[in-house]
């Protein structure tokens, strides 16, 4: 069964301190793996598209990578306008079902 | 440009009432999806449309859910007879003829009394 787990569950940064935020999947067959960010009370915002391992992209500070099992969502020197919580997701090639993860609840302090 | 719109935002029912659910995709987006998303709880899948053709409702529940995408018009979720259980915000996506990507709405928060 396709399955997505996000970690850490929440993370709370200083402005100017770069981490990472993690997306582990199971999937047969991968159509797209997608990040999102949704701020509270509001729909899901797209950020990025990636197809295949190796494929990275980046808009502004987020960058985003992609392997066989895992993605990586890298935030460099945030700012508090990033607190948000960042959704990754995995469509397989077996249908149009779309698998959400958790998401991670990022904190970033002035 | 006008992104996906959702409405009413905000829907108030009773126990046994009907709740419709109205989404239309951005323009040029022929595919929508419906999601459900419980407080403290992630998205989870219910339904993929195309316009008169529902593609995959492997995340639809089996009763009182229906959805459909009429040649003309938006997008309709429907829930017969609402329990309590179904107070959620329900969000759509649309996506384009190509490309996987789904771009949301701001949701319709459904609240059963």
């Known amino acids: 069964e396709d399955q997505v787990t996000q970690s850490p569950e929440a993370l709370r940064l200083q402005e100017g301190e770069s981490s990472s935020l993690n997306c582990s999947y199971t999937?047969?067959?991968?159509?797209?793996l997608f990040w999102y960010r949704q701020d509270p009370g509001k729909g899901p915002e797209f950020l990025f598209t990636l197809y295949s391992a190796g494929e990275e992209k980046e808009k502004e500070r987020l960058k985003a990578t992609l392997t066989k099992k895992e993605s990586f969502l890298h935030i460099t020197a945030p700012k508090p306008e990033d607190s948000a919580t960042y959704l990754c997701?995995?469509?397989?090639?077996?249908?149009?079902?779309?698998?959400f993860g958790a998401g991670t609840r990022l904190f970033v302090k002035a | 440009n006008a992104g996906v719109m959702q409405n009413p935002r905000h829907l108030v029912r009773r126990r046994g009432q009907e709740a419709r659910l109205r989404c239309s995709p951005m323009?040029?987006?022929?595919?929508v999806y419906w999601y459900r998303q419980l407080p403290e709880e992630g998205l989870k899948f219910m339904v993929y449309l195309q316009k008169e053709n529902i593609i995959d409702e492997s995340g639809m529940p089996k009763e009182r859910f229906s959805a459909e995408f009429p040649k003309e018009g938006p997008s309709i979720l429907r829930i017969q007879q609402v329990v309590r259980g179904d107070s959620a915000a329900y969000f759509c996506?649309?996506?384009?003829?190509?490309?996987?990507?789904?771009?949301f709405g701001p949701g319709t928060r459904l609240t059963v009394l």
């Open positions: 323009k040029g987006h022929s595919h």
């Open positions: 999937v047969s067959g991968l159509r797209g």
């Open positions: 996506a649309s996506s384009p003829p190509t490309g996987n990507e789904q771009f």
């Open positions: 997701a995995v469509q397989g090639t077996g249908g149009f079902k779309t698998i």
